[in-house]
C-alpha cells in the first residue's frame, strides 16, 4: 500500500519534472565491460568534492571570515561546537583525499593512453580542475588564519610579485592592498567558497558532458590504434558488442571505493583529528615557522632548493610551462598506441614524478636548509671536558649561531656540514680561515669575534675528532 | 544571408520571405546587443569593486615606537607597531613589527622583518649578530646584507626619526621583491 503510494508519487514528479527522460539516458549509458577498478578514482575524487561542499557548508555556518575574528571562530569550531572538531577534520582529510584521487585519477588516464583522440578536452578540463583543486587546497590553508595562514599570504604575495611587469600589483591583490590587513582573509574566502568551487562545478560539468559524449575509453590492449578517422565508429561497435549500462553494471565499483574513501577519511578524522590551529595571526609575532600543508610541502622544498639566481624564472614560469605541457600533452601525442605496456615513456614520467614529489616531499619535511632554533648548548658529555679553552669554544659555538647549523654528534642544526669529526679534516689554519672569511652558506665571522674568542672555537673544533676514535 | 541562421532552429520550409529572414537577423542581433550590454554594465563595477582598492595606496604614517631611552646602543631589539591601515576589522592583523637598532645616541636603523627571499620572518641572533630566516634557511649580516641561502637582496629598510625624544618608524607596505 505504501510501496504503491509512493510508486505513484514519485511517477507524478517524475512525469513533472522529467527526471527519467533527461538523466535516465546519461546514467544508463553504455560503458565497455572491461572498465573495473582502475575507473573509480574520477567518481572518488567527485565524492571526495560532494564532501568538501557538505563540510565546508556546515562549517560556514560558524566560521566568520574577518581578520579579526577567525582565529577565535576556529578556536570555538574546534574546542566548543558539538562536533566541530570532527567537522573540521574530515574537511581536512577530505582535501586531502581530493588531492590524492586527482593525482591518481590522471595518472591512470595518463598511462592508459585515455586522453588521445577524442577525449583531448576532457584531459584539458581535468588538468585545470587539477589547479583550481590545489587552488582551493591553499586558500583553505589559509583560512585557518593562524599564524602560518597569515605568512603563507606573504609568501603567496612574494611569489606572485616575481611575475614581470605587473608583479607588484599581483601581490597587492594577493594581500589586498600594501599590508596583510582587514581586505585579506575576505578576499581568500571568496576564493575558497564561491570562486573556486563554482569553477569547479563548471568543469565538472564539462568533463562530464565529455564522458558522456564519448564514452567511456575502454580499457587498452597492446597493438590496437587510435586513429582519428577509424576511432569514433570502432568505439561504437566496441561499445554495442560489449558495453554494458553504467548504471547499476559499471557503477557499484564507484560506489563501494567511494564508500571506502569516504570511511577512510572518518577513520582519520576521529583518529587524527584537524590540523592544529598556530599562534594568533599578529603578524608582528616573529617567531613564526610556515609550512604549507602537506599537498604542497614538495613545492615548499623546490623553493629552499632552486638554485640561486634562477628562481625568479622557475618560480614564474615553472608553473605556466608545467600547465602548458599538461595542456599539450594529447596534442602531443595524440594517435597510436594507448597500452600502458606498449608505452614505456608513459611509465618513465609518471615514475619519475612521483619519485620527484616525494622525494622533495621528504626534503621539505626535513627542511634541513633551515637553522634549527631550538638549539641547547652542548653537554659535558659532549664537549670533553668543562673547563678551559675548548670548553669556552663549545660555548661560543653554541652562543655565536654555529650549533643552529652545523651538527655535532647529532646536537645542532643541519643547515651546513656535520663538524663531530672536523677537526681530523681541517687544519687550524683551514679552519681560521672559513670561519673569519665564511664560504658558499657559511657567513663570514671576521667582524664579530674576538681574536680570544677565535682561539676558544678553533681550539674546540680542533678537539673534535680525537673524542670519535680518528687520530689527528 | 541563410548561412547566418541558428542551426538549431532551422527555419521553416525555406521559404521564408527576405523581410522574415531580416526579421529573424534583428532579433538575433538585438538580443546579442542587449544581452551583451546588459551583462557588461553589471560586470564592470562588480569587477571594479574587487579591483579598485588596489589602485590607491595608503598613505605612510610615522608611528612611536618608544622612548630614544628605551633602547641601548649596540642592541636590535624587534618594535611592533600599527600598520598604516588598521580598519577596524582587521584585528591583531593590523600589527606589524620591524627590527630596531640603536647604533649611535641618536641614530636608529630599522630592517623589515621580512627575507627579501620570500617574505618570512627574520629572526635576530644576538651573539651570532645574525638575521636567520626560518623559511629557506635565508642568512643575513647585521647591516642587512646577504650572507647566505637563496635571498638575492639585503633586508629592506624603513624610515626612522628620532622627534621628541620618542623614537619613530614610518609604515610601509610589506616589501615585495619584483
Ligand atoms: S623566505 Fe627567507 S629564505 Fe626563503
Same mark, same amino acid.
Given at each position: 500500500?505504501?510501496?504503491?503510494?509512493?510508486?505513484?508519487?514519485?511517477?507524478?514528479?517524475?512525469?513533472?519534472?522529467?527526471?527519467?527522460?533527461?538523466?535516465?539516458?546519461?546514467?544508463?549509458?553504455?560503458?565497455?565491460?572491461?572498465?573495473?577498478?582502475?575507473?573509480?578514482?574520477?567518481?572518488?575524487?567527485?565524492?571526495?568534492?560532494?564532501?568538501?561542499?557538505?563540510?565546508?557548508?556546515?562549517?560556514?555556518?560558524?566560521?566568520?571570515?574577518?581578520?579579526?575574528?577567525?582565529?577565535?571562530?576556529?578556536?570555538?569550531?574546534?574546542?566548543?561546537?558539538?562536533?566541530? =572538531?570532527?567537522?573540521?577534520?574530515?574537511?581536512?582529510?577530505?582535501?586531502?583525499?581530493?588531492?590524492?584521487?586527482?593525482?591518481? =585519477?590522471?595518472?591512470?588516464?595518463?598511462?592508459?593512453?585515455?586522453?588521445?583522440?577524442?577525449?583531448?578536452?576532457?584531459?584539458?578540463?581535468?588538468?585545470?580542475?587539477?589547479?583550481?583543486?590545489?587552488?582551493?587546497?591553499?586558500?583553505?590553508?589559509?583560512?585557518?588564519?593562524?599564524?602560518?595562514?597569515?605568512?603563507?599570504?606573504?609568501?603567496?604575495?612574494?611569489?606572485?610579485?616575481?611575475?614581470?611587469?605587473?608583479?607588484?600589483?599581483?601581490?597587492?591583490?594577493?594581500?589586498?592592498?600594501?599590508?596583510?590587513?582587514?581586505?585579506?582573509?575576505?578576499?581568500?574566502?571568496?576564493? =575558497?567558497?564561491?570562486?573556486?568551487?563554482?569553477?569547479?562545478?563548471?568543469?565538472?560539468?564539462?568533463?562530464?558532458?565529455?564522458?558522456?559524449? =564519448?564514452?567511456?575509453?575502454?580499457?587498452?590492449?597492446?597493438?590496437?590504434?587510435?586513429?582519428?578517422?577509424?576511432?569514433?565508429?570502432?568505439?561504437?561497435?566496441?561499445?554495442?558488442?560489449?558495453?554494458?549500462?553504467?548504471?547499476?553494471?559499471?557503477?557499484?565499483?564507484?560506489?563501494?571505493?567511494?564508500?571506502?574513501?569516504?570511511?577512510?577519511?572518518?577513520?582519520?578524522?576521529?583518529?587524527?583529528?584537524?590540523?592544529?590551529?598556530?599562534?594568533?595571526?599578529?603578524?608582528?609575532?616573529?617567531?613564526?615557522?610556515?609550512?604549507?600543508?602537506?599537498?604542497?610541502?614538495?613545492?615548499?622544498?623546490?623553493?629552499?632548493?632552486?638554485?640561486?639566481?634562477?628562481?625568479?624564472?622557475?618560480?614564474?614560469?615553472?608553473?605556466?610551462?608545467?600547465?602548458?605541457?599538461?595542456?599539450?600533452?594529447?596534442?602531443?601525442?595524440?594517435?597510436?598506441?594507448?597500452?600502458?605496456?606498449?608505452?614505456?615513456?608513459?611509465?618513465?614520467?609518471?615514475?619519475?614524478?612521483?619519485?620527484?614529489?616525494?622525494?622533495?616531499?621528504?626534503?621539505?619535511?626535513?627542511?634541513?636548509?633551515?637553522?634549527?632554533?631550538?638549539?641547547?648548548?652542548?653537554?659535558?658529555?659532549?664537549?670533553?671536558?668543562?673547563?678551559?679553552?675548548?670548553?669556552?669554544?663549545?660555548?661560543?659555538?653554541?652562543?655565536?649561531?654555529?650549533?643552529?647549523?652545523?651538527?655535532?654528534?647529532?646536537?645542532?642544526?643541519?643547515?651546513?656540514?656535520?663538524?663531530?669529526?672536523?677537526?681530523?679534516?681541517?687544519?687550524?689554519?683551514?679552519?681560521?680561515?672559513?670561519?673569519?672569511?665564511?664560504?658558499?652558506?657559511?657567513?663570514?665571522?671576521?667582524?664579530?669575534?674576538?681574536?680570544?674568542?677565535?682561539?676558544?672555537?678553533?681550539?674546540?673544533?680542533?678537539?673534535?675528532?680525537?673524542?670519535?676514535?680518528?687520530?689527528? | 544571408?541563410?548561412?547566418?541562421?541558428?542551426?538549431?532552429?532551422?527555419?521553416? %520550409?525555406?521559404?521564408?520571405?527576405?523581410?522574415?529572414? %531580416?526579421?529573424?537577423?534583428?532579433?538575433?542581433?538585438? %538580443?546579442?546587443?542587449?544581452?551583451?550590454?546588459?551583462?557588461?554594465?553589471?560586470?564592470?563595477?562588480?569587477?571594479?569593486?574587487?579591483?579598485?582598492?588596489?589602485?590607491?595606496?595608503?598613505?605612510?604614517?610615522?608611528?612611536?615606537?618608544?622612548?630614544?631611552?628605551?633602547?641601548?646602543?649596540?642592541? $636590535?631589539?624587534?618594535?611592533?607597531?600599527?600598520?598604516?591601515?588598521?580598519?577596524?576589522?582587521?584585528?591583531?592583523?593590523?600589527?606589524?613589527?620591524?627590527?630596531?637598532?640603536?647604533?649611535?645616541?641618536?641614530?636608529?636603523?630599522?630592517?623589515?622583518?621580512?627575507?627579501?627571499?620570500?617574505?618570512?620572518?627574520?629572526?635576530?641572533?644576538?651573539?651570532?649578530?645574525?638575521?636567520?630566516?626560518?623559511?629557506?634557511?635565508?642568512?643575513?649580516?647585521?647591516?642587512?646584507?646577504?650572507?647566505?641561502?637563496?635571498?638575492?637582496?639585503?633586508? $629592506?629598510?624603513?624610515?626612522?626619526?628620532?622627534?621628541?625624544?620618542?623614537?619613530?618608524?614610518? $609604515?610601509?607596505?610589506?616589501?615585495?621583491?619584483?
Amino acid at each position: 500500500m505504501i510501496r504503491r503510494t509512493l510508486k505513484r508519487a514519485w511517477d507524478w514528479l517524475d512525469d513533472r519534472v522529467g527526471f527519467t527522460e533527461t538523466f535516465g539516458p546519461m546514467v544508463t549509458h553504455l560503458v565497455p565491460r572491461g572498465a573495473r577498478w582502475w575507473y573509480v578514482f574520477g567518481s572518488a575524487t567527485l565524492l571526495a568534492f560532494m564532501i568538501q561542499v557538505l563540510t565546508g557548508v556546515a562549517l560556514a555556518f560558524s566560521y566568520i571570515p574577518s581578520t579579526a575574528h577567525a582565529y577565535e571562530t576556529l578556536q570555538f569550531i574546534t574546542n566548543q561546537a558539538p562536533l566541530g =572538531h570532527f567537522l573540521r577534520a574530515l574537511h581536512y582529510y577530505g582535501a586531502s583525499a581530493m588531492v590524492l584521487m586527482v593525482g591518481l =585519477h590522471m595518472a591512470q588516464v595518463f598511462l592508459f593512453g585515455a586522453y588521445k583522440y577524442p577525449r583531448e578536452m576532457t584531459w584539458i578540463t581535468g588538468v585545470l580542475m587539477l589547479g583550481f583543486v590545489l587552488v582551493m587546497g591553499f586558500t583553505g590553508q589559509l583560512l585557518r588564519w593562524d599564524q602560518t595562514g597569515v605568512w603563507s599570504v606573504i609568501v603567496a604575495a612574494e611569489q606572485v610579485g616575481r611575475v614581470p611587469l605587473i608583479g607588484d600589483w599581483l601581490a597587492r591583490f594577493t594581500l589586498g592592498g600594501d599590508t596583510v590587513g582587514g581586505a585579506t582573509l575576505s578576499r581568500f574566502f571568496a576564493f =575558497h567558497v564561491f570562486i573556486m568551487p563554482a569553477m569547479v562545478f563548471a568543469f565538472v560539468g564539462i568533463h562530464l558532458l565529455g564522458v558522456l559524449r =564519448h564514452g567511456i575509453s575502454p580499457p587498452p590492449k597492446p597493438g590496437e590504434f587510435v586513429s582519428r578517422k577509424t576511432y569514433k565508429q570502432e568505439y561504437a561497435e566496441h561499445i554495442k558488442k560489449d558495453g554494458v549500462p553504467f548504471w547499476p553494471d559499471s557503477a557499484w565499483r564507484d560506489v563501494v571505493f567511494g564508500a571506502a574513501m569516504a570511511g577512510s577519511i572518518v577513520i582519520l578524522a576521529l583518529a587524527f583529528g584537524p590540523p592544529e590551529l598556530g599562534k594568533p595571526p599578529d603578524p608582528s609575532l616573529i617567531d613564526a615557522y610556515p609550512r604549507p600543508d602537506w599537498y604542497l610541502l614538495w613545492y615548499f622544498a623546490v623553493l629552499a632548493l632552486l638554485p640561486k639566481g634562477t628562481e625568479t624564472l622557475f618560480m614564474v614560469f615553472g608553473p605556466m610551462l608545467v600547465g602548458l605541457w599538461l595542456i599539450a600533452v594529447p596534442f602531443i601525442s595524440r594517435r597510436g598506441e594507448r597500452s600502458p605496456l606498449r608505452r614505456p615513456w608513459a611509465w618513465a614520467a609518471v615514475l619519475l614524478v612521483v619519485m620527484m614529489i616525494s622525494t622533495l616531499w621528504v626534503a621539505g619535511a626535513r627542511s634541513r636548509w633551515s637553522p634549527n632554533f631550538n638549539v641547547q648548548s652542548l653537554p659535558e658529555k659532549i664537549v670533553g671536558t668543562s673547563s678551559g679553552p675548548v670548553a669556552a669554544g663549545a660555548q661560543l659555538f653554541y652562543m655565536k649561531g654555529c650549533l643552529n647549523c652545523h651538527l655535532i654528534q647529532n646536537e645542532g642544526g643541519h643547515r651546513g656540514p656535520d663538524l663531530t669529526s672536523i677537526g681530523a679534516q681541517r687544519t687550524k689554519e683551514q679552519l681560521v680561515l672559513t670561519i673569519l672569511g665564511g664560504r658558499g652558506n657559511m657567513p663570514a665571522y671576521a667582524n664579530n669575534l674576538t681574536p680570544e674568542e677565535l682561539n676558544a672555537i678553533t681550539a674546540f673544533l680542533e678537539s673534535r675528532g680525537s673524542q670519535v676514535g680518528k687520530p689527528r | 544571408m541563410k548561412e547566418n541562421h541558428n542551426p538549431n532552429h532551422p527555419p521553416g %520550409s525555406g521559404a521564408e520571405t527576405p523581410e522574415e529572414i %531580416s526579421r529573424r537577423k534583428f532579433f538575433r542581433d538585438i %538580443s546579442l546587443i542587449v544581452g551583451g550590454c546588459t551583462a557588461l554594465g553589471l560586470a564592470v563595477p562588480a569587477v571594479g569593486f574587487i579591483f579598485a582598492p588596489l589602485t590607491r595606496r595608503a598613505p605612510n604614517v610615522w608611528r612611536t615606537v618608544g622612548k630614544v631611552e628605551a633602547f641601548k646602543i649596540g642592541e $636590535t631589539v624587534d618594535v611592533h607597531y600599527e600598520d598604516a591601515s588598521p580598519v577596524p576589522w582587521a584585528g591583531v592583523t593590523a600589527r606589524t613589527a620591524a627590527w630596531l637598532r640603536r647604533e649611535t645616541a641618536d641614530q636608529f636603523v630599522a630592517f623589515a622583518i621580512n627575507c627579501t627571499h620570500l617574505g618570512c620572518p627574520v629572526r635576530w641572533l644576538p651573539q651570532a649578530r645574525l638575521f636567520m630566516c626560518p623559511c629557506h634557511g635565508g642568512v643575513f649580516y647585521e647591516n642587512g646584507a646577504v650572507a647566505a641561502g637563496p635571498p638575492e637582496r639585503p633586508l $629592506t629598510r624603513y624610515p626612522v626619526r628620532v622627534v621628541n625624544g620618542e623614537v619613530q618608524i614610518e $609604515t610601509a607596505p610589506v616589501p615585495i621583491m619584483t
